[in-house]
C-alpha cells in the first residue's frame, strides 16, 4: 500500500474542498496547516512515513498563503536531514482569479519539493481550451504541472466548479497511480 498525504493551508473553505478531492481520488489522508501556520500533533511524522506528498495552497498576492510559507520554511528541519529525499510530490493552488497568477505559486510548491530532493508529478491531462470547453469541463483553467483552480471571491466553497473538483480527483487518481508505478 502507498501512503500519501495531502498537506494544505485553507483560509476559506476552497483550497479545502479541492485538498478532499485530491485526497478522495489518491485515497490520501488529509493534514491540514492551521490558522496560525502549524500541523497538528504528529503531522510532521505522518509526512515523514508518506510515499508522496501533495502540497496544497491558496494563491494570495501572486504566492502561497503565509500560513504555507510558514509551514514550508519549517520543513528545513526535514532538508538538513534529507529526510523527504526521493519521495514523491504534486501540488495544486486555487485562487478567485482566473489566471490570478498562480503560476508563481506552483513554482514555489515545486521548488519546494525540488529542494527536498524529490520527484514532482505532473497532471498528465489536456486541459479544455476549444470553443466547446465549458467551465464545468475537466483541467478548465489549463494547468499542467499540477492542479489549478478557481473560486470567484464571492462564490462560498459549496459553490465551486464541479469541473474543478472533478479534476482535482482525477490528479489525485494520477498520483496514486505513479506513486503505486514507483514500487
Known amino acids: 500500500m502507498t501512503d500519501i498525504v495531502v498537506v494544505f493551508h485553507s483560509g476559506y473553505g476552497h483550497t479545502?474542498?479541492?485538498?478532499?478531492?485530491?485526497?478522495?481520488?489518491?485515497?490520501?489522508?488529509?493534514?491540514?496547516?492551521?490558522?496560525?501556520?502549524?500541523?497538528p500533533e504528529g503531522g510532521w511524522e505522518l509526512l515523514a512515513a508518506a510515499d508522496a506528498i501533495v502540497f496544497g495552497t491558496p494563491t494570495y498576492m501572486g504566492g502561497a498563503s503565509w500560513q504555507f510559507k510558514k509551514f514550508a520554511d519549517a520543513s528545513s528541519k526535514v532538508w538538513f536531514t534529507q529526510g523527504w529525499k526521493d519521495k514523491l510530490f504534486a501540488g495544486f493552488t486555487n485562487s478567485a482569479s482566473m489566471?490570478?497568477?498562480?503560476?508563481?505559486?506552483?513554482?514555489?510548491?515545486?521548488?519546494?519539493?525540488?529542494?527536498?530532493?524529490?520527484?514532482?508529478?505532473?497532471?498528465?491531462?489536456?486541459p479544455s481550451n476549444t470553443k466547446a470547453a465549458a467551465r464545468d469541463d475537466r483541467n478548465y483553467v489549463?494547468?499542467?504541472?499540477?492542479?489549478?483552480?478557481?473560486?470567484?471571491?464571492?462564490?462560498?466553497?459549496?459553490?465551486?466548479?464541479?469541473?474543478?473538483?472533478?479534476?482535482?480527483?482525477?490528479?489525485?487518481?494520477?498520483?496514486?497511480?505513479?506513486?503505486?508505478?514507483?514500487?
Open 142 to 183: 489549463g494547468g499542467y504541472g499540477g492542479l489549478l483552480t478557481q473560486s470567484p471571491s464571492d462564490a462560498s466553497p459549496a459553490e465551486m466548479s464541479q469541473g474543478d473538483l472533478d479534476t482535482a480527483r482525477a490528479f489525485g487518481e494520477r498520483i496514486a497511480e505513479v506513486a503505486r508505478s514507483r514500487g
Open 16 to 39: 479545502q474542498r479541492v485538498a478532499q478531492a485530491v485526497a478522495d481520488g489518491a485515497d490520501a489522508q488529509l493534514l491540514a496547516i492551521d490558522a496560525d501556520g502549524n500541523l
Open 99 to 126: 489566471s490570478g497568477d498562480k503560476g508563481t505559486t506552483m513554482i514555489g510548491l515545486w521548488t519546494l519539493a525540488m529542494q527536498h530532493g524529490g520527484q514532482w508529478t505532473s497532471m498528465g491531462m489536456m
